[in-house]
Nanobody
Framework: QVQLVESEGGLVQAGGSLRLSCAAS????????IGWYRQAPGKQRELVAA???????NYVDSVKGRFTISRDNPKNTVYLQMNSLKPEDTAVYYC??????????????WGQGTQVTVSS
């Protein structure tokens, strides 16, 4: 059984920093792309940042220069370093991974979500 387990989010003041992690466990052959999504109340879920197995990254414009996504492949873990946080970053954050279970077979998995609240 493959699971994605996210670290706790938290409450932080505007301008502060927070680091999220997401660890994949279970029988995993490899992990392709991993991404962080977020969903604020009344809004659609949006992709915040993603990273390929080779380390290429992309970010939504609103977080460029403030957020950094990284991954530790041997640990099957992805991180999201969030700096200069703004109230509009408040949302539930989810990690998502395209996990290769065995040769030629991959599935999409989601973490349980973690709340990040930025106070003004």
């Amino acid at each position: 059984q493959v699971q994605l387990v996210e670290s706790e989010g938290g409450l932080v003041q505007a301008g502060g920093s927070l680091r999220l992690s997401c660890a994949a466990s279970g029988t995993i052959f490899s992990i392709n792309a991993i991404g962080w999504y977020r969903q604020a109340p009344g809004k659609q879920r949006e992709l915040v940042a993603a990273i390929t197995q080779g380390g290429s990254t992309n970010y939504v414009d609103s977080v460029k220069g403030r957020f950094t996504i990284s991954r530790d492949n041997p640990k099957n873990t992805v991180y999201l370093q969030m700096n200069s946080l703004k109230p509009e970053d408040t949302a539930v954050y989810y990690c998502n991974a395209d996990i290769v279970l065995y040769w030629g077979v991959s599935r999409d998995y989601w973490g349980q979500g973690t709340q990040v609240t930025v106070s003004s």
